[in-house]
Nanobody, 126 residues
């Protein structure tokens, strides 16, 4: 069974940091770009950032650029989202997801992603 399992998240004060991890099972994700999305109550999935299959390229939304950082360790099928300088508006459920197509990266649309993690809640207090 192919799945992505997330860990991390929690409650933090504004200006603080959190790190989310995403581990892949049932498939070698080395050929697939990984995206991170977030969803606040009553809103659609919002693209946060992504990383190419080799990890050589990362890309971010304007709202998190300079504050968030994505990395991956293909030997461990593990991807991470480091979130610094968190703001209350960053509060949401965060999801990792793998691209539907191999050797493709840069997609910002949730429709281009096939497998999704179960989500991790991030709450930032003011």
């Amino acid at each position: 069974q192919v799945q992505l399992v997330e860990s991390g998240g929690g409650l933090v004060q504004a200006g603080g940091s959190l790190r989310l991890s995403c581990v892949g099972f049932g498939r070698n994700f080395n050929s697939y770009a990984i995206g991170w999305f977030r969803q606040a109550p009553g809103k659609d999935h919002e693209f946060v950032g992504g990383i190419s299959w080799r990890g050589k390229r990362t890309y971010y939304s304007e709202s998190v650029k300079g504050r968030f950082s994505i990395s991956r360790d293909n030997a461990r099928n593990t991807m991470s989202l480091q979130m610094n300088s968190l703001k209350p508006e960053d509060t949401a459920g965060y999801y990792c997801a793998s691209e539907r197509r191999s050797l493709i990266s840069g997609s910002h649309s949730s429709q281009e992603y096939e497998y999704w993690g179960q989500g991790a809640q991030v709450t930032v207090s003011s």
